[in-house]
């Protein structure tokens, strides 16, 4: 009996497009884990980010670019 989690002797990336995803690697990644009970509020990245930006500003924060 074989598990589904089994890793195949063999993979075929013949069809596979070198470097597909090395442009947005290099520009960095930025990935958080939300608990669960945080990601209720916000449905997506930029929900997210506005609540973020908006408690800079909350706190007082002298960088004028946000």
């Known amino acids: ?10 993979y075929d ?18 990935i958080i884990k ?5 990601s209720k509020f916000f449905p997506d990245a930029k929900s997210v980010n506005e609540a973020l930006r908006t408690l800079i500003k909350l706190m007082g924060n002298k960088d004028d670019s946000l």
Do not use: C, P, T
């Open 1 to 10: 009996m074989k598990h589904k989690d089994e890793m195949l002797e063999e």
């Open 34 to 38: 939300l608990d669960n009970d945080v």
């Open 13 to 30: 990336f013949s069809n596979g497009i070198r470097g597909k995803y090395a442009e947005r690697y290099k520009e960095g990644v930025n």
